[in-house]
């Protein structure tokens, strides 16, 4: 069976895409086609048949074939013939790392909106043809260009998921490359930016330069950075040779901000070892209808939560006291998560589906991220073996290995454990064990303390026990932290806090609101509850310890 896709763009500030799927040398007398429901890497079922319309089936003369709609995004074409169409439209106007958007700027196109696939079927050596605006001058993809004149865009992958692992930017972004172990590398830069310093290409060639160079070889012919620079974004989705990247341009200039460009940017390009090919046995084949449930995610996304930090200082586009800090600001959002005393990283992984990318009120006193908690067990990880003359690059050097014996499988735990106990111990894969299956606490400060690196406490401040939430000037609770002050008095989430001691405040007074309460009275708070007026009475309490530094004593070359 042969499946082609022609994919057009004819109005783009209607923001639809027009799609024809050309089936031939079909021998079915029955075929289900389905559009996914989700992203690999992007764990939320995102039911993207929502923005399907105007489907109909037709043979090759252009008559219409019947077909029956069965669930959401799903089709039987029933007597289908040895050569038919499908022709529908998708409506594309959401800018994310896993959304399609088009208007009169540009495309971006993310083909698991947008092309539908055949269920049980192998769809080998795929094409696709874009017809675009004749103003629109650039195309960035992964895809292979196999066009025979300039006027045709044509381009083929080797089967259905990697034509679906391959974002495609059309328009007139700004454009570079460089080459890196001779492969070519391409860049795209979409959206408007602040005026700033920094050198995004040198930036990112040499957090190329240091990861191939770390990993010891690439394993791609070529690879394309898409970024999207635009107020508000942040966030990344890695692809086999590409990847994705949205950023709030405004931000470059500033320091701190221009450190999460480049952990981000290193996060996401790591990720073409761990997880597009090393990775958890159950992430492919993909089943793209339906949730694949791993309890490993802790390894996709754990692991490259500690490289993208560690490997970005080994660029050395950041000093060893901004390491520290980046670490330093993990432990703290670690340590005010409640949500880590019940659930472990292989809980946390499973239930992604319904709770990492489904956060609510409640999220922090129930769960914790695989990608926090994940990283800082990896850093762990690190230290220990440091302690008998290993390091993490043993760790991957031993992943890699094992995935070019077998690149068609994924590892399962057993397996990953198993090799972390090959490269050190006994002891120290059973310590690694427990961290990912229970919710014991972690002795950060005695692990680091053996290599010279002391993480010191501020003294504990006094907290209220909430994350507010502003509207205005006007303060409202986002959410309550468990066994905090405002737990005990029985604040809820939504409440507005309309006054403390009988007087009006707002965000700002708020915001300082630590240096005016006296800690050994007791105060009043005014809160609004589905337009009732609730009064508390409280004493302020101390929160728990936060780390202040951590400061590495040089004793070893972390």
Known sequence: MKVNYLLEIDNPQTHQVKLRVHISENSLNEIELFLPSWSPG??????????????????????YLEYEKIKKGTWIVGNAP??????????????????????????????????????????????????????????????????????????????????LDSPIEIGCHDSDGFKVQGKDHHLAFYGSTWPHSQDLKGDIKKIVETVADYMHDIP???YSFITHFAPGLYGGLEHKNSTVLAFDGRKLNNRKDYIKWLTLTTHEYFHTWNVKRIRPVELGPFDYQNENYTSMLWLAEGLTSFMDNYLTLKTGLITEKEYWELIRDDLNLYLSIPGRKYDSLEASSFDAWIKLYRPHENSRNATISYYLKGGLVFLVLHSRLLEIGKSMKSLTDALWSHYKARPEQGINKVEFIGLIREISNNEIALEFEKMIETTEEIDFTGILKKHSININFKDPEYHLGLRPEFKGEQVFIHSIIEDGLAYKMGLNAGDEIVAMNKTRIDKSFFNSLAKYLA???????????????FDFEFRPEKTHQMVKDIVDGKKIDW
């Open 519 to 533: 800690l050994d009275k007791s105060h009043s708070i005014t809160v609004s509850r589905m337009g009732r007026l």
């Open 42 to 63: 992007s764990y939320l079922m995102r039911e993207y048949s929502k923005h399907l319309s105007k489907f109909k089936v037709l043979d090759k003369s252009g008559s």
């Open 82 to 163: 040895e050569e038919f169409y499908v022709e529908y439209q998708i409506y594309c106007h959401e800018l994310t790392v896993r959304t399609s958007h088009v208007d009169n700027t540009h495309a971006f196109l993310h083909l698991p909106c947008l092309l539908i696939g055949i269920s049980n079927q192998s769809i080998i050596n795929p094409q696709i043809e874009l017809r675009f605006p004749a103003l629109w001058s650039k195309v960035i993809t992964g895809l292979e260009d196999i066009s025979t004149n300039r006027e045709v865009f044509l381009y083929s992958a080797k089967d259905y998921d990697d034509l």
């Open 220 to 222: 791609y012919e070529h």
